[in-house]
């Protein structure tokens, strides 16, 4: 019973919906392909949610839209309809300043909307609906010296129930107080990155929050390599996840890219692969439930960029299908 609780614990915060989706999984169907090993490879819009010091890696202004499935342990019979909107923005300026520093900047905006959801009461009668909207957003600025990229994200989450007008929740205390990510990559050697993001402990509604965490991250290009390899170009990427007074976890991915075909990418990841235990002894158990493994895809066209992702895992629940688009504008 002790075992099937921490299970259902594990599994409760995999949300794949709405904010805990995106404070759970991330975004982008690249790093989900990925394995979620990203905070060493970030280099796209997404690194606003990854690693903000990933911004400095984009080309140029890109606009980036993240579309996934809704499946999960949600009955949508209870309510007439839903609407999910994310997309995120980064600039990486090309004049530096003071002919040392380069700057990159990003937005990212997530929005969950749910309508006309039946209220009853104790006896199952019928009294009248209402409607849930939430809103998750990122703003992060990067700053480039030698080989050292520093980033930092400001989280902000509003939660508004219209049943009651109080029913309004976020965590806008201030600028300086609001939940913030610090994010670090360091490059020793052109094929070689190390990446560190301390994530900021956050609220969403009333009774669900986030621990502080910190994810330290290791990527490695063979094609930056002063060896050759043939045939194929591979980046290997490993992050590890430690949260506070939690279990530790560990995700990693791999990227294969035919030199033939240079704009086609093979992606393959596993993550939440548990290697410490802070609350319980049988990983063995526990990773049986929890590891999801995920493959992806990634086509470029032009300025065009098009990664697809599936994850699936033990439990049908947490199977979902991701795709991304992204735009170099």
């Known amino acids: ?95 530096r300043l003071f002919r040392r520093f380069k700057i990159a900047w990003g ?22 609906d209402f409607n849930f909207y939430e809103t998750f957003g990122l703003t ?38 609001r939940p913030h990510d610090i994010g670090i990559k360091i490059h020793p050697f052109q094929f070689l990155t190390f990446g560190l993001m301390i994530r900021d402990s956050i609220k969403v509604g009333e009774f669900d929050s986030y621990p502080r965490s910190v994810h330290s991250g290791m990527a490695v290009r063979t094609d930056q390599l002063p060896v050759i390899i043939p045939m194929v170009d591979l980046t290997f990427s490993l992050d590890l996840i430690s949260p506070h007074k939690q279990d530790k976890k560990l995700n990693m991915g791999i990227e294969i890219i ?18 410490s235990s802070y609350q319980h002894n049988k990983l063995d158990e526990i990773n049986h439930y929890s590891q999801t493994n995920t493959v992806g895809v990634g086509l470029r066209i032009k300025k065009y960029i098009i990664d697809y992702a599936f994850r699936s895992s033990d439990q049908k629940l ?12």
Do not use: C
């Open 258 to 275: 035919a030199k033939r075909f240079p704009k086609f990418a093979l992606r393959y990841g596993r993550s939440n692969i548990l290697i």
């Open 318 to 329: 947490l199977n979902n299908n991701f795709l991304t688009i992204t735009v170099t504008i």
């Open 1 to 95: 019973m002790v075992l099937f609780s921490v299970i259902f614990l594990h599994l409760r915060g995999q949300r794949t919906i709405g904010v805990g989706a995106h404070l759970k999984h991330g975004v982008s169907a690249k790093a989900v392909g990925m394995g979620s090993a990203y905070t060493a490879l970030s280099e796209d819009p997404s690194a606003l949610y990854w690693n903000p010091a990933g911004l400095l890696g984009t080309k140029g202004a890109q606009l980036q839209m993240d579309i996934r499935d809704q499946m999960g342990p949600t009955d949508f019979n209870s309510f007439s309809g839903n609407n999910t909107f994310q997309m995120a923005f980064s600039h990486s300026l090309r004049k």
């Open 140 to 177: 992060s600025i990067a700053i480039k010296y030698r080989v050292l990229d520093l980033g930092l994200s400001w989280k902000y989450i509003n939660q508004n129930f219209t049943l009651v007008k109080s029913g309004t929740h976020n965590n806008s205390k201030s600028i300086i107080r």
């Open 107 to 128: 937005l990212f905006i997530s929005q969950y909307s749910v309508s006309d959801i039946h209220e009853y009461d104790d006896e199952s009668n019928y009294i009248s």
